[in-house]
């Protein structure tokens, strides 16, 4: 297919690109910079201007016509990185623009980054149950979370306008890649640094994996998939983990050895998607 992939410059972006690109697909790099490997068509846009995200979709001169698929990954990657109301209209109008221009262009499979910010992050209230999964209502508490929340409505909507549309929405759980991994020893020693969001990683070509398994899936309409790592951050046991106001929470299944408490039971039923890098392999 030919494939538009916004945020294509980024770090989980670049291990999409490269991925798709070793399936065989003819991938078109969008973002606010060039993308870095000449060999990848890049046209530089600002995705909260719709004039340009319709044309990245429809023809830009010297760009071929024809885009099958989107993979929206722009966006503002988190909280604190701009102010509250800057990002909130940044991360929405962007997402806002790719959902109803690739309508516009007659585009009928379209995969983006939601978060794992909606689950509870940073869970000042203790999840429903551990390991947390899609089950239970959304929880942003923040304004960037809040935009995601919004979105997710957003891509349901879309998906009710057209039928034959599939709009996934996964919710990439903290992105790593190899120079990440070498921090990750200090930690150890204080879990709480991380508990933040339950311990939870996903590594970048992982998280690619999981993009390409949406993108070519048949399945239809709108629904969102929890992707992360198999394992925590931490070299300790997940049970030794699980205290203060966790303690209490209820336990389900999958808490054995260093088991990731962001559950990817529902990528794997559906998807296909197993989860293949482990940091502790990485370093």
Do not use: C
């Not at 623009?97 to 007659?106: E, K």
């Not at 509870?120 to 508490?141: M, N, S």
């Amino acid at each position: 297919m030919h494939i538009a992939v916004t945020g294509a410059a980024g770090k989980l972006g670049r291990a999409v690109v490269e991925d798709l690109r070793r399936a065989g697909h003819v991938v078109h790099a969008l973002d606010r910079i060039r993308f870095p490997d000449t060999a990848v068509e890049s046209t530089v846009i600002d995705m909260t201007d719709y004039g340009q995200v319709v044309e990245a979709f429809t023809g830009v001169d010297a760009r071929p016509r024809g885009i099958e698929a989107v993979v929206h990954l722009a966006a503002i990657p988190g909280p604190g990185l701009a102010a509250n109301a800057a990002l909130f209209t940044n991360n929405i109008t962007s997402t806002y623009n790719v959902f109803s221009a690739a309508r516009l262009a007659g585009i009928t499979t379209i995969v983006w980054a939601s978060s794992e910010t909606l689950l509870g992050i940073p869970f000042e209230t203790a999840p429903p149950y551990l390991p947390v999964d899609e089950e239970y209502a959304a929880r942003p508490e923040s304004s960037y979370s809040l935009g995601k929340a919004l979105e997710e409505t957003m891509a349901e909507h879309f998906a009710r306008w057209t039928p034959d549309l599939s709009i996934i929405g996964l919710r990439f759980s903290n992105v790593m890649d190899d120079s990440d991994y070498p921090g990750f020893e200090t930690w150890q020693d204080d879990p709480d640094t991380r508990s933040w969001n339950l311990w939870g990683y996903i590594d970048a070509r992982d998280g690619a994996r999981a993009v390409r398994l949406a993108v070519e899936s048949d399945r239809k309409g709108a629904d969102t998939f929890i992707i992360a790592a198999a394992d925590t951050v931490m070299r300790r046991p997940t049970s030794e983990l699980i205290t203060g106001r966790l303690a209490s929470v209820e336990r389900r299944s999958g808490l054995e050895g260093r088991a990731s408490l962001l559950s990817t039971g529902k990528a794997r039923r559906v998807l296909g998607y197993v989860p293949q890098v482990s940091w502790l392999d990485r370093i």
